[in-house]
């Protein structure tokens, strides 16, 4: 397992380094000029110079792309252009958010998506027409966009039931936030003993991330169904019970092969949702890592564009390595290749 794992970091560093260097040579390949952005239109040759050089766009590209690479591997993700604060306090601001959304989403999403699929793989013949909801609604989920499910959720379950608080932000606007400790409003209410803060931002967190998991419940609950039907029809299944083995001990070679795949498809949710909840958050109001990174495409702010590719890219690979261990738990066979 230590060997297993160890492969898989060590293609971490040469991917960061790939999408790095994309991510920067793509950006300047744009036909656009922050420049002008900045100073705008009227400003003097002299004016326009200057500002090129401040922001270290006057020196020739191979030598950005040097500098840029050196202060990465040190941790320095640059300055931004529209606030001149550092990227990394920036994203440590906005990435929380993000992550506190994904992980509910998740979770709810698994929880629901994982006993749905079991029940559909259990249904045959006559007792599959039993089912005919559950195969609608894995169909359903994924077929309109997820802001679009979002402003529905908004309309009923805000507007006419009164269920859930305001798309306002992350809190009420009068919540005082907890004295960050971690950076999650979720996790520090609680370190803190601020209860009725915690309450408030899971509320608030609830529509959004019952959004996203509806959406993403229907891919869980076909690759549930799917990994457990082909388990159930395994060889190795019918020796076992030739061989005496009890059913409870059966059950649970057919759930611990069959849910291999879903953690597949977890990670991979995982790396869709870190750069595709941009308009979920947009609708809710909700300033995460998405937000930031489209308002620095929009200004063109690249300390903040490059930044923010590099930690989500950062972030997923960390996560699909996580997802490999789990796997190679499940199925000792990935570890010996």
């Known amino acids: 397992m230590t060997r297993y794992l160890t492969k898989r970091a060590l293609l971490v560093i040469p991917q960061l380094v790939v999408v790095a260097v994309l991510t920067f040579v793509l950006i300047r390949l744009l036909p656009a ?27 020739p590209i191979i030598d ?39 992980v509910l989403a998740l979770v709810v ?20 027409r039993k089912h005919p909801i559950l195969r609608i609604y894995s169909l359903l989920a994924g077929s309109q966009p997820d802001f679009w499910w979002g402003l529905v959720f908004i309309y009923v379950f805000f507007f006419i039931v009164h269920i859930f608080p305001a798309p306002l932000g992350v809190t009420s606007p009068t919540t005082v936030a907890p ?17 009725s803060v915690f309450w408030d931002a899971l509320q608030h967190f609830a529509l959004p991330a ?9 891919p869980i609950i076909r690759i549930t169904a799917q990994g457990m039907r082909s388990e159930a ?38 790396g869709v949702l870190l750069g595709g909840a941009v308009l979920v958050e947009t609708v809710f109001s909700l300033d ?9 495409v929009l200004t063109l702010n690249y300390p903040s564009i490059e930044g923010s590719v590099v930690v989500m890219t950062a972030i997923a690979l960390l996560v699909y390595i996580a997802m490999d261990a789990l796997y190679a738990l499940l199925d000792p066979r990935v570890r010996t290749r």
């Open 179 to 195: 004295t960050p400790v971690t950076g999650f409003i979720l996790l520090d209410s609680l370190l803190r003993g601020q209860f």
């Open 210 to 218: 019952l959004t996203l998991a509806f959406v993403i419940t229907g």
């Open 64 to 102: 950005q792309l040097g500098h840029f690479l050196n202060r990465a591997f040190h941790g320095d993700l640059g300055t931004s252009w529209q606030s001149n604060t550092p990227v990394r306090t920036e994203i440590a601001t906005h990435l929380p958010i993000t992550l506190q959304l994904i």
């Open 288 to 296: 995460g890592l998405g937000v930031y990174t489209l308002q620095s």
């Open 233 to 270: 029809s395994s060889e190795y299944l019918l020796y076992a019970r030739a061989a005496g083995l009890p059913e409870r001990r059966v059950g649970w070679y057919v759930a611990r092969n069959g849910l291999a795949p879903v953690l597949t498809l977890t990670g991979v949710l995982f």
């Open 33 to 59: 000029n922050p420049v002008e952005g900045i100073v705008g239109p009227e400003a003097t040759k002299a004016t326009y110079d200057a500002e090129r050089a401040r922001l270290g766009l006057s020196s």
């Open 109 to 128: 999403a698994l929880i629901v998506g994982i006993p749905l699929g079991y029940l559909l793989s259990t249904s045959t013949g006559r007792r599959r």
